[in-house]
């Protein structure tokens, strides 16, 4: 999808006005929470298993090249294509390297953010397939014609009555009730399942020690991806390794209690390899697509690696004021909220995220909520920081605020010249005065409390 | 893309990984011991119930083989059923096909050709108890759409599968892979195919079965 993360402060502006929008995002991320805090509060031994949780994924982190290449050997004995992609088109690449090579027509998908990360339907429609969002949610936001906007519920921003005209509109099926039209879509969809050469999807995450792939669901459209269809590409993140089933079973214990407050989610396939002699489902070729897109130089940054972490439950989301306000589009690409913000910022060319950084209040409720305790508010800091210091005037500032009397001097001098400080960023040269100001609240002219007061006593003593 | 450009992309994604941990080397401290899952003594199918009932799985107990091959029927009965697939030499003793002889049988076959099936019978190899999930390892007369496409699906629970949590899963898979090749496909199901993608009102049966039936064989299976 196009990135429009350049746009954040107007899109969010524009969604914070939108009332409707507003009543279904707390209307959702209520109901999320309220799932997500009774299974918490039913599990015993809460902050153990969160522990071992943040354990394996960052033990994982830790060893991270040994981790690929042992999953690659693993993988690759068992008849898994391993691939590697520096980056997005180097990813799309491969995958339609392999669609043409099966000569592909009907491609059907499994819910992925990796995939919209690359762009990949639109390379594989180029190439003449036809290709299938098979999550529903995923199903409407395609229809649509839109990006999803939460990272477990696509269409989140769609009401019943959308979904009934875009049914109607795009695929002349007739239907009311919710039911009814999550019916309509399975019919769709089984009999695209039924003709698909190729099936496509992420990986929840990928084993080193036997080189299998693990994918975590609710719909079984994952699974109808990896079982009719003759070919399997999953496309995995770096980081999406882990160690050995230990870590698996950690993983599992507490994401999907903090994705959807289950216990288990309907559906986990663990897929190792292509089906066995003998079997008549399962794909007969299978495709692991390792994808960098920056993440290996995040993993060298002591303060950002832990966003790597991450394993894309959406809880940060749904306790976050930003996000329970803009919701998922304004922040201008696949991946919202604090966890959003922070990805897009690393993956992302700087000059279209200068702003994502500032989309935080800073309350800290996502590093409260997160499972795996990622800091979102101080990785979100350090990002501020960075960006700030590479200007003149964030450096002139960030020395200023270091030297409280000079700071003083400083200000009191402008406010001399122009009290309200709106005059000087209109000066020929200083037009870069405008956004900084405007982002920023500059002390008052009054005495500090402590000069105040010394002032007093001095009074008092005269 | 050709095999040199993925192999310039290995060497320096692991190249790059190298540098930056040898530069900042990642410490993680040893996590606590995980703790002991909670008993499923004296009566695991109790709690199994307890655990499914708000699944919307019914679990169904039957004592012996001919119990078992008449709940199935039952079920089969009740969703109105009129043809079935199910795993083959692992549930052979059980008299399954004679409990179902009015109704169609299809052997295990590409998904094609099982899309018009209304019933579909499993076994499980493990029931992680904690969360209800049966984990089904498929293979050779053991094909996945068994449990995937038809409607309505059956999975047998034998009393020796009972394990008490998701901890027991890394056990049950090495028991599963040993003296030999990992099965190509382990899924755990815990629950009917669902979504809640529409105003997030959930509705059974998006993809996969709508309903989905357990019968433990409480006997020695």
Redesign the interface.
């Known amino acids: 999808m196009e990135v429009n993360t350049q746009n954040f402060r107007s899109l969010a502006e524009r969604a914070s006005a939108n009332k409707r929008l507003r009543g279904v995002l707390d209307h959702a991320t209520r109901h999320f929470q309220r799932c997500r805090q009774a299974s918490m509060d039913a599990l015993p031994h809460r902050e153990e298993y969160f522990a071992r949780a943040r354990a394996a994924r960052f033990n994982a982190l830790a060893h991270l090249p040994e981790l690929l290449e042992e999953l690659e050997k693993n993988a690759t004995a068992l008849g898994t294509k391993v691939h590697w992609a520096h980056d997005a088109a180097e990813a799309r690449d491969i995958v339609t390297g392999i669609a043409k090579a099966a000569n592909a027509k009907v491609i059907v998908k499994g819910k992925s953010m990796i995939t919209e990360e690359i762009a990949l339907n639109p390379a594989l429609e180029a190439m003449g397939a036809e290709v299938w969002e098979t999550d529903l949610g995923e199903f409407i936001v395609q229809l649509a014609g839109e990006p999803p906007s939460h990272i477990i519920a696509p269409a989140l921003h769609k009401s019943r009555e959308d979904v009934v005209k875009l049914f109607a509109e795009k695929l002349n099926l007739h239907g009311e009730a919710i039911p009814e039209l999550t019916m309509l879509a399975r019919h769709a969809l089984r009999e695209k399942f039924l003709t698909a050469d190729m099936g496509i999807t992420g990986a929840n995450m990928a084993v080193a020690s036997t080189g299998s792939v693990v994918l975590v669901e609710n719909e079984g459209n994952i699974r109808m991806s990896t079982t009719c269809p003759r070919v399997h590409v999953a496309i995995m993140s770096i980081e999406k390794v882990v160690a050995d089933f230990e870590a698996v079973a950690d993983i599992l214990r507490v994401l999907p209690r903090s994705t959807t407050g289950q216990r288990m989610s309907s559906y986990v396939s663990v897929l190792t390899g292509p089906r066995l002699e003998g079997e008549t489902d399962g794909a007969q070729e299978t495709h692991i697509v390792i994808l960098d897109n920056g993440r290996s130089r995040v993993l060298g940054d002591p303060e950002l690696r832990q966003t790597l972490a991450c394993v894309r439950c959406g809880a940060c989301l749904n306790v976050c004021p930003v996000y329970q306000t803009i919701g998922g589009h304004a922040y201008g690409w696949i991946y919202p909220g604090p966890i959003g913000a922070l990805l897009s910022t690393l993956l992302l060319p700087e000059d279209k995220t200068r702003d994502l950084p500032y989309g935080c209040t800073l309350c800290g409720a996502c590093h409260r909520t997160c499972p795996l305790s990622i800091n979102h508010p101080q990785a979100l800091l350090t990002l501020r920081a960075r960006e700030k210091g590479g200007s003149i005037l964030g450096r002139a500032h960030s020395l200023l605020a270091r030297h409280p009397h000079a700071y003083r001097a400083a200000v009191g001098t402008a406010r001399a010249v122009d009290p309200q400080l709106d005059l000087l960023p209109r000066l020929p040269g200083l037009s870069g005065l405008t956004g900084f100001v405007e982002a920023r609240r500059p002390p008052e002219l009054k005495k500090s409390f402590t000069a105040r007061r010394r002032s007093a006593a001095k009074k008092e003593r005269s | ?1 050709s095999a040199e ?3 310039h ?2 060497e ?3 190249g ?6 040898a ?13 002991a899952p ?1 008993p499923i003594t004296p009566d695991p199918w109790a709690k199994l119930a307890e ?1 499914l009932t708000p699944l919307s799985v019914p679990l169904r107990l039957a004592g012996n083989p001919a119990e078992a091959a008449a709940l199935v029927a039952d079920i089969a009965r009740e969703r109105k059923a009129t043809s079935y697939t199910r795993w083959g030499e692992s549930l052979d003793g059980l008299g399954i096909d004679e409990a179902l002889s009015g109704l169609t049988r299809a052997e ?5 050709d099982l ?1 018009k099936i209304d019933l579909g019978i499993a076994l499980a190899h493990g029931v ?1 108890v ?4 049966m984990v089904l390892a ?4 053991r ?3 068994a449990s ?1 496409l038809p409607p309505s699906s059956i999975i047998l629970a034998p009393r020796k599968a009972l394990l008490e ?3 027991k ?2 056990e049950l ?2 028991k599963l ?1 040993a003296g030999g ?21 959930l ?1 059974r ?5 709508a309903s989905l039936t357990i019968v433990g064989l409480d006997w020695d299976f």
């Open positions: 893309m450009t993925e192999r992309a290995r320096d994604i692991l790059t990984l190298r540098r930056g941990l530069a900042a080397p990642l410490i993680v401290p040893s996590p606590p011991a995980r703790p909670e655990v295990a076959a590409p998904c094609r899309s992680l904690e969360s209800g999930t498929a293979g050779p007369g094909h996945r759409a995937l949590d998701v901890g899963l890394p898979l090495a892979t090749r990992a099965p190509a496909c382990v899924n755990l199901i815990s629950g009917p195919s669902s979504t809640a993608d529409i105003e997030l009102v509705v049966g998006v993809h996969g079965p």
